[in-house]
């Protein structure tokens, strides 16, 4: 059964430092891995979006890594801010076209920032 | 604006009353799908549409219905609501042009009495 597994589960850290998140996946075969952001009662919001061959992806103060091979993905979070505070969830899609019928998504790591 | 839209955002309902949950989105997407979101279990997919007329099971099917006769709207169907329904629904709807990238609506709070 594919599975998409987040640790931690929570995280609470000061504001203006880093931190990183784990993806560990056994969906295969693989398409593609998104890194969503999710405020407290609202939609989720894409971050990034890494197919097989691209090992990193950034989009302003978050990095996405990917390792293919042990099926492993992070997501960094660089100079946190208070807005940052939310539910980061990791999605991997199998297959070959990776649509969303293949989606399988991982429980999220809820992120505390703390002034 | 691109965007995805649910009516209602909360709703309190009494178990057996049938009950629609609209989803539209302006975006022209092919793809469209319905989700629910349950503490410590994530999203699961209930049913998805790959187009018009063109629908399908996800995970947890079970008590639900939907259609998809129009491409922008995809309703969601309880038609009789029971208390494990109760849960945060999400729309979204995806395109192959845009890499399939997920644009969630801003979810419906249902809770059946």
């Known amino acids: 059964k594919n599975q998409v597994e987040q640790s931690p589960q929570s995280l609470i850290i000061l504001e203006g430092k880093n931190c990183t998140l784990q993806?560990?996946?056994?969906?295969?075969?693989?398409?593609?891995l998104r890194w969503y952001k999710q405020d407290t009662g609202r939609g989720p919001v894409s971050l990034t979006i890494?197919?097989?061959?691209?090992n990193t992806k950034s989009n302003g103060r978050y990095t996405a890594t990917l390792d293919a091979d042990t099926k492993q993905s992070s997501l960094h979070i660089t100079a946190s801010q208070l807005s940052d505070s939310a539910s980061y969830i990791c999605?991997?899609?199998?297959?070959?076209?990776?649509?969303?019928?293949?989606?399988?998504f991982g429980s999220g790591t809820q992120l505390t920032v703390l002034p | 604006e691109a965007q995805v839209t649910q009516n209602p955002r909360y709703l309190i309902t009494v178990t057996g009353k049938k009950l629609t949950v609209t989803c539209s989105q302006n975006m022209n997407h092919e793809y469209m799908s319905w989700y629910r979101q349950d503490p410590g279990l994530g999203l699961r997919q209930i049913y998805y549409s790959m187009n018009v007329e063109v629908t399908d099971k996800g995970d947890v099917p079970e008590g639900y219905k939907v259609s998809r006769k129009e491409k922008r709207n995809f309703p969601l169907i309880l038609e009789s609501p029971s208390p494990n329904q109760t849960s945060l629904y999400f729309c979204a709807s995806s395109s192959p042009s845009g890499g399939y990238e997920q644009y969630f609506g801003p979810g419906t709070r249902l809770t059946v009495t």
């Open positions: 890494m197919t097989f061959s691209e």
């Open positions: 993806c560990n996946y056994t969906v295969s075969p693989f398409s593609n």
């Open positions: 999605v991997v899609s199998e297959g070959s076209s990776g649509s969303a019928r293949q989606l399988t």
